[in-house]
T-cell receptor, first 115, second 111 residues
């Protein structure tokens, strides 16, 4: 009964490097969501994926950010050429059904620090 | 655009008393509301939800009230316990199924 697993828990990157954040949803869940939490702020929606499909990426910055959820393996949030403003906690969540009808189950997050 | 607002960043309550956390929303199309609890260095944990067809949902010490006309949601915790100390997020979703979160309220329950 493993919950949503995110790794790494902490990630330090220098400006200009790439950051890769991984998320394995709860068993049986096919809906995956990525949220970002900046210091002293709430959770901001980034992207919603189902297997091999991006359903809603309205919260994702247009440049440098991308997400995928392949048929096999975890969901990946990729940030290219990181900048200091990307420093935040990134949370992945999964749900059994669509987010409008079932609660999201969150992982413990990846804290990204850009130096 | 902040469609879900938690105007109190913090709340302090004595153990055994009632904690009331408030949330306001602006989008009248929201029809599913949730409360999440978050401890430091952990992800948010689902606590309780309510759909717009109801005005109250209770689960043990936790009760959520929904006032659709006022676009207001509240979470009551009674009696409050020190272990309830955490950040509480209100969330809402509607026909576009986009789940939006408030900024959170930090609850401290003092022994």
């Amino acid at each position: 009964n493993a919950g949503v697993m995110q790794n790494p828990r902490h990630l330090v990157r220098r400006r200009g490097q790439e950051a890769r954040l991984r998320c394995s949803p709860m068993k049986g869940h096919s809906h995956v969501y990525w949220y970002r939490q900046l210091p002293e702020e709430g959770l901001k929606f980034m992207v919603y994926l189902q297997k091999e499909n991006i359903i809603d990426e309205s919260g994702m910055p247009k440049e440098r950010f991308s997400a995928e959820f392949p048929k096999e393996g975890p969901s990946i949030l990729r940030i290219q050429q990181v900048v200091r403003g990307d420093s935040a906690a990134y949370f992945c969540a999964s749900s059994l059904w669509d987010r409008g009808v079932s609660p999201l189950h969150f992982g413990n997050g990846t804290r990204l620090t850009v130096t | 655009d902040q469609q879900v607002k938690q105007n109190s960043p913090s709340l302090s309550v004595q153990e055994g008393r009632i904690s009331i956390l408030n949330c306001d929303y602006t989008n009248s199309m929201f029809d599913y509301f949730l409360w999440y609890k978050k401890y430091p260095a952990e992800g948010p944990t689902f606590l309780i939800s309510i759909s717009s067809i109801k005005d109250k949902n209770e689960d043990g010490r936790f009760t959520v009230f929904l006032n659709k006309s006022a676009k207001h949601l509240s979470l009551h915790i009674v009696p409050s316990q020190p272990g309830d100390s955490a950040v509480y997020f209100c969330a809402a979703s509607g026909e576009d199924n986009d789940m939006r979160f408030g900024a959170g309220t930090r609850l401290t329950v003092k022994p």
